[in-house]
């Protein structure tokens, strides 16, 4: 038998905001769903930047960008003994600079990832309407991924919390809370495989269950073609990230 495709629940009540959230945890299909109707995607982004902001004050306060630039100094031994090669002068301004960079790149995360939300819903729009024949709007599937991503919030809730207690020798901004197979990795191994690790995240993972799920649904495409779209892209996306570790 072919695979339905997920169809709108026409007698649905609309949504407000904070019940689309709410369901994006509870009863997905309802938000995404309700997306057809309205594709705001104001709430989930709003929730984004707050939860940024709380644990970049707390990184801030509890670790110090510059501990925090050493330590992901410590992650590529190539450039921290160029560093620490150069004379004490320069030595002194390539690590205030590279403290800088770091802490204004985080402060700007709220604008990277709305830029890096637009790009993933162009991408998935064409795949899903061009690649198999569905139905999707810009909109609908920025709002698709705003709230497909929610989980993310979560898993920057527990940074929040593990960066009080966390040792500031063994912070790593680049993989701060342990839900993934990289942060339980041996840092000797190769990054590589380090970087195969990281990208195996159970948020990451929720946030593509339900990628597949609003792609489904806003696109009006069977499930198996929304899967093939969204962990296509995320296998490409891995691969990418393993050879960009290679060269680092």
């Known amino acids: 038998m ?6 709108p629940e026409a007698s649905a009540p609309p949504l407000n905001e904070v019940q689309r959230v709410v369901d994006a945890f509870v009863a997905p299909s309802k938000t995404f769903t309700d997306i057809r109707r309205s594709a705001s995607w104001w709430m989930p982004y709003v929730i984004g930047v707050i939860v940024t902001l709380i644990f970049g004050v707390v990184v801030q306060q509890k670790i110090g960008w510059d501990k925090t630039y050493q330590n992901m100094l410590k ?16 030595q002194a301004r390539a690590m205030q600079l590279g403290a800088n960079i770091t802490k204004y790149t985080f402060w700007g995360t709220p604008v990277i990832a709305l830029i890096f939300a637009i790009v993933a819903a162009a991408v998935l729009m064409a795949t899903v309407n061009f690649g198999f024949g569905g139905k999707s709007k810009f909109g609908q ?5 705003m709230y497909a991503t929610l989980p993310w919030a979560i898993q920057g809730i527990l940074g929040i919390i593990t960066t009080y207690f966390v040792d500031p ?3 790593n901004l680049k993989n701060f809370v342990g839900t993934n197979i990289g942060y339980y990795l041996p840092q000797d191994l190769p990054k590589t495989v380090i970087a195969l690790g990281s990208a195996i995240d159970v948020f990451t993972i929720w946030a593509l269950i339900l990628l597949t799920m609003g792609c489904a649904i806003v696109g009006n495409i069977k499930k198996g073609q929304a899967a093939a779209a969204v962990w296509g892209w995320w296998v490409i996306m891995t691969i ?4 960009g570790a290679m060269f680092s």
């Open 75 to 90: 992650q590529s031994p190539a450039q921290q003994q160029r560093i620490e090669q150069a004379p004490a002068d320069q």
């Open 240 to 243: 990418l990230k393993v050879v």
């Open 2 to 7: 072919a695979e339905a495709v997920i169809q």
């Open 169 to 171: 020798d063994s912070f």
């Open 141 to 145: 599937m920025i709002a698709v991924w």
